[in-house]
């Protein structure tokens, strides 16, 4: 749920015809918010580790797995989510972040997700003399989702992520960026081999100091996941958010289980190699994009470079390479924790063409998540 609840940027297409398409597309299926997850049936993992970040999936295989990979959408398999490699979020923030993934059961009952995470990243030196700059970092994001028919589930949920900066020096920028946004989803079943998810996340992004309607966007996601085999699916993302600087950004990655204690989950924003100890231990390395795209308030008094910053978006980026231990104590919930280095970060302000960045940081980070 990266959410990491849900999984964090794409430039503002000022258009009311646009949402209003999205919302009707959605309102309109209201039979067919979907979000059957798509990982494959046979890596069906057991109830004690089938958690919300690709870096804890459990790899275990069920006995039946050869059965149950045959027909992806069987009630008795965990599906592959076609969100997988981009839930956790590049753009506005982990926004189509949620728990990775979900079980639909052999009932209609809705099926809830949460995650909560918290990082802090330590001193390092901003660019342009502009001082030091400390970062923590929280998401917390719910997630709904319920099999409206054979091959049909609806989504719908909430993410809230902040990034808090502690400057030491000239830097003009805020002290936080953050968006808070609703999850509006669906999967559809094109084939047995083929699944797709549409997903609107309608917020508020910012700094919250003064919300009006130049804050609020609605990204979007478009998904695709072929599987291949049990063993291997390939994903293809199209991410929409006119308040970056690419307004489409295309996100592909693969999932392959060559062995029941391996699992390479390669695609952004969190691509990792994981390990399962056991059944509730899983140990994982890789690396992770986190970042968010907010507009400063109309009323913003700073300058750089003698230029107002009023109105002004800020694409927020940053990357870390980490290694970490996923424990599920308890069925359904696991804890999470994991430490490396945040290699690279920049403040991109596009309507100014410039760009402050900073030095390398050692980073901590701990989560929660769970499903029930």
């Given at each position: ?31 067919g ?63 189509a ?19 909560a ?59 936080n ?26 917020g ?10 130049h ?17 291997f ?45 056991d ?94």
């Open positions: 749920m990266n959410g990491k609840i849900y999984f964090h940027n794409v430039k503002f297409i000022n258009s009311r015809k646009y949402l209003l398409i999205c919302v009707l597309a959605i309102l309109v299926n209201t039979d918010l979907w979000s059957q997850r798509m990982s494959v049936a046979s890596n069906q993992v057991s109830p004690s580790s089938n958690l919300g970040s690709s870096s804890s999936s459990s790899t275990f295989e069920s006995s039946d797995s050869q059965a149950v990979a045959q027909d992806p959408l069987s009630p008795e398999g965990e599906i592959e989510d076609p969100l997988a490699p981009v839930r956790e979020q590049i753009g506005t923030t982990r926004s972040f949620g728990p990775d993934r979900s079980q639909t059961g052999k009932s209609d009952e809705w099926s809830v997700e949460f995650a995470e918290y990082g802090y990243v330590w001193n390092a030196s901003l660019s342009n003399g502009q001082g030091n700059v400390n970062e923590e970092s929280g998401i917390i994001a719910l997630l709904g989702s319920k099999r409206l028919d054979e091959g049909c589930v609806g989504i719908v949920g909430a993410n809230w992520q902040i990034f808090t900066f502690g400057f030491d020096g000239s830097m003009p920028l805020p002290e960026l953050q968006g808070l946004n609703a999850i509006f989803g669906g999967d559809f079943e094109i084939s047995p081999e083929w699944f797709m998810r549409i997903q609107v996340e309608p508020v992004y910012g700094t919250w100091n003064n919300i009006n309607w804050n609020v966007n609605m990204p979007a996601v478009f998904a695709w996941t072929n599987i291949l085999n049990a063993e699916q390939w994903f293809i993302a199209l991410r929409a958010d006119v308040f970056q600087f690419f307004p489409v950004l295309p996100v592909p990655g693969i999932r392959w289980q060559p062995a029941k204690e391996w699992l390479f989950n390669l695609s952004a924003p969190k691509p990792t190699i994981n390990y399962a100890v059944e509730e231990v899983n140990l994982f390395a890789g690396g992770e994009i986190l970042g968010v795209t907010a507009r400063l308030p109309s009323n913003d008094s700073g300058t750089y470079n003698n230029r107002s910053l009023a109105g002004t978006l800020v694409n927020y980026f940053e990357a870390r390479m980490g290694a970490g231990v996923n424990w599920s104590f308890t069925e359904g919930v696991s804890l999470q924790g994991e430490a490396g280095a945040m290699v690279w970060r920049t403040f991109d302000l596009p309507r100014l063409n410039e760009s402050i960045r900073s030095t390398m940081a050692p980073y901590a980070q701990i989560s929660l998540r769970g499903v029930f």
